[in-house]
């Protein structure tokens, strides 16, 4: 499956939306993708399983880049 990570690159501030990033990853459960990012030091906000119609969407999209955990 394919999941669409929202996330902050700092940890320990409040989550501001002009700051939210956004990580695709392939993976198959959301705790896995949850095991494979605790090491990288980000703040997640949300993880969203992206179905065949938003995942075409996103590839649209210049920066998608889809990581596989």
């Given amino acids: 499956m394919i999941?669409?990570?929202?996330?902050q690159e700092l940890p320990h501030e409040?989550?501001?939306r002009e700051r939210?990033?956004?990580?695709?990853v392939e993976a198959e459960t959301e705790r896995r993708v949850r095991e494979k990012l605790?090491?990288?030091g980000i703040?997640?906000?949300?993880i969203q399983v992206l179905d065949?119609?938003?995942l075409?969407?996103?590839k649209?999209?210049?920066?998608f880049e889809l990581e596989n955990v």
């Fill in 52 to 54: 065949e119609e938003h």
């Fill in 43 to 46: 703040n997640i906000e949300f």
């Fill in 20 to 24: 939210t990033k956004s990580l695709y």
């Fill in 38 to 40: 605790s090491d990288r």
């Fill in 60 to 63: 649209q999209s210049e920066d």
């Fill in 14 to 16: 409040v989550p501001v």
């Fill in 56 to 58: 075409n969407y996103e």
């Fill in 3 to 7: 999941f669409k990570v929202l996330y």
